[in-house]
């Protein structure tokens, strides 16, 4: 028997049905950039293993995920994860509609824990003439995840795709868990209280721009994607070659470059990577007072502990009755959906409509809108309604 390291002419072998793993991990150790063909096959196969709950599969995300990230993954290889994912969806929308239907979200890992932002500024750019939408799942990076906070306020977001289909063409907006398209979401999220998570995760930067960038539900055309590290062109070159036809990439800074918010802030500057209709992408500056935003805290910005708090903050903003810097951070981010939704011709545009639109009861009057017709907890939303009454707010 040899005792010690084999000869580097040798390879590791692997069981017949990892075949495909070989050489793609050899060539990210090498830091060789990956084909178009091994991308996609990695990503739909290692998805798969999560959906089934395989145990391999936390080693395999880990050494391709965090391969790229080390590696530093490229904007071929980013794009040709979306073919793989799709190969994972079941379910496809299509809409009846006229407008352009727009989504929105974030990467996560913010430097500071905020309130929910893309999910209310949704409901209020739809409250405002917008066709926006939002798919979610469980806090993953956050305190409280879109279907967290939505099913706190009473929206069924689990919903049949026949009822998601009839809220996006009759009120314009719907709350979507992701996982109903994407059976590989929950398990995924449930690997994140496994005892490895906390060293694991941070490492695989490119699993989030995966999920960001690819995860489509809707089929949309145009969102705005925040990202909470300087990657904002990068992510749009992405959005581009996957299909979408306009985008916008915001990453919110505080008073300094240490509070990294991902979407449009109110605490300061945010650095816009913009795509085109035409192909092209802009990346620009904006400052919160540019577009009219008074200069928030970041304190007003917090996220609470719990969901319910949380939804009831939410409720406080869309009901009219907070006028904090919570209000503005979500109606500048409503403000870009419109923007994006040809409803206004600019993101200043956009955040004064979404203001009026909340003065004037339309956005809350929307929540309510949803809550039933997407077969929802319609008491529940009753009772966070009787909570946030004048005399009890704080």
């Given at each position: 028997?040899?005792?010690?390291?084999?000869?580097?002419?040798?390879?590791?072998?692997?069981?017949?049905?990892?075949?495909?793993?070989?050489?793609?991990?050899?060539?990210?150790?090498?830091?060789?950039?990956?084909?178009?063909?091994?991308?996609?096959?990695?990503?739909?196969?290692?998805?798969?293993?999560?959906?089934?709950?395989?145990?391999?599969?936390?080693?395999?995300?880990?050494?391709?995920?965090?391969?790229?990230?080390?590696?530093?993954?490229?904007?071929?290889?980013?794009?040709?994860?979306?073919?793989?994912?799709?190969?994972?969806?079941?379910?496809?929308?299509?809409?009846?509609?006229?407008?352009?239907?727009?989504?929105?979200?974030?990467?996560?890992?913010?430097?500071?824990?905020?309130?929910?932002?893309?999910?209310?500024?949704?409901?209020?750019?739809?409250?405002?003439?917008?066709?926006?939408?939002?798919?979610?799942?469980?806090?993953?990076?956050?305190?409280?995840?879109?279907?967290?906070?939505?099913?706190?306020?009473?929206?069924?977001?689990?919903?049949?795709?026949?009822?998601?289909?009839?809220?996006?063409?009759?009120?314009?907006?719907?709350?979507?868990?992701?996982?109903?398209?994407?059976?590989?979401?929950?398990?995924?999220?449930?690997?994140?209280?496994?005892?490895?998570?906390?060293?694991?995760?941070?490492?695989?930067?490119?699993?989030?721009?995966?999920?960001?960038?690819?995860?489509?539900?809707?089929?949309?055309?145009?969102?705005?994607?925040?990202?909470?590290?300087?990657?904002?062109?990068?992510?749009?070159?992405?959005?581009?070659?996957?299909?979408?036809?306009?985008?916008?990439?915001?990453?919110?800074?505080?008073?300094?470059?240490?509070?990294?918010?991902?979407?449009?802030?109110?605490?300061?500057?945010?650095?816009?990577?913009?795509?085109?209709?035409?192909?092209?992408?802009?990346?620009?500056?904006?400052?919160?007072?540019?577009?009219?935003?008074?200069?928030?805290?970041?304190?007003?910005?917090?996220?609470?502990?719990?969901?319910?708090?949380?939804?009831?903050?939410?409720?406080?903003?869309?009901?009219?009755?907070?006028?904090?810097?919570?209000?503005?951070?979500?109606?500048?981010?409503?403000?870009?959906?419109?923007?994006?939704?040809?409803?206004?011709?600019?993101?200043?545009?956009?955040?004064?409509?979404?203001?009026?639109?909340?003065?004037?009861?339309?956005?809350?009057?929307?929540?309510g809108e949803l809550v039933k017709l997407s077969g929802g907890d319609s008491k529940r939303?009753?009772?966070?309604?009787?909570?946030?009454?004048?005399?009890?707010?704080?």
């Amino acid at each position: 028997k040899r005792i010690g390291r084999p000869l580097s002419s040798e390879r590791p072998r692997y069981p017949e049905k990892y075949s495909w793993w070989s050489p793609i991990i050899r060539k990210l150790v090498l830091k060789e950039d990956l084909s178009r063909g091994e991308v996609e096959e990695a990503t739909f196969r290692i998805l798969r293993l999560i959906e089934r709950g395989d145990e391999s599969a936390p080693l395999l995300m880990a050494g391709f995920f965090g391969g790229l990230t080390f590696k530093g993954p490229t904007v071929d290889e980013l794009a040709a994860m979306y073919p793989g994912m799709e190969r994972t969806r079941r379910v496809t929308l299509k809409f009846n509609l006229s407008k352009p239907v727009v989504t929105a979200g974030g990467t996560g890992g913010d430097t500071v824990k905020t309130i929910n932002v893309t999910t209310p500024a949704v409901l209020l750019a739809a409250s405002a003439g917008a066709v926006a939408v939002k798919s979610g799942a469980r806090a993953f990076t956050s305190r409280t995840g879109a279907t967290d906070l939505a099913m706190s306020m009473g929206i069924n977001v689990y919903s049949s795709s026949r009822i998601v289909k009839n809220c996006v063409e009759r009120l314009g907006t719907a709350v979507w868990a992701s996982s109903i398209a994407y059976p590989w979401m929950e398990p995924l999220i449930e690997l994140r209280n496994r005892e490895f998570a906390p060293i694991l995760f941070p490492q695989l930067d490119s699993l989030r721009l995966m999920i960001a960038t690819s995860l489509n539900p809707f089929s949309t055309k145009r969102q705005v994607r925040g990202v909470s590290t300087p990657q904002t062109r990068l992510v749009a070159e992405v959005l581009g070659k996957i299909g979408y036809e306009r985008a916008l990439v915001p990453l919110g800074y505080g008073v300094d470059e240490s509070i990294r918010i991902d979407e449009f802030s109110n605490l300061g500057k945010t650095i816009v990577s913009e795509l085109h209709q035409n192909g092209r992408i802009e990346t620009y500056e904006v400052d919160c007072e540019d577009l009219g935003v008074k200069r928030g805290d970041v304190n007003e910005v917090v996220s609470g502990e719990t969901h319910r708090q949380n939804a009831l903050t939410i409720l406080k903003v869309l009901s009219g009755r907070d006028r904090t810097g919570r209000r503005d951070l979500i109606a500048i981010n409503a403000g870009a959906i419109l923007y994006l939704a040809d409803e206004v011709d600019s993101i200043r545009e956009g955040y004064e409509l979404a203001s009026n639109t909340i003065d004037e009861g339309y956005a809350i009057r929307k929540v309510g809108e949803l809550v039933k017709l997407s077969g929802g907890d319609s008491k529940r939303f009753s009772r966070m309604l009787r909570l946030i009454r004048p005399h009890n707010l704080r």
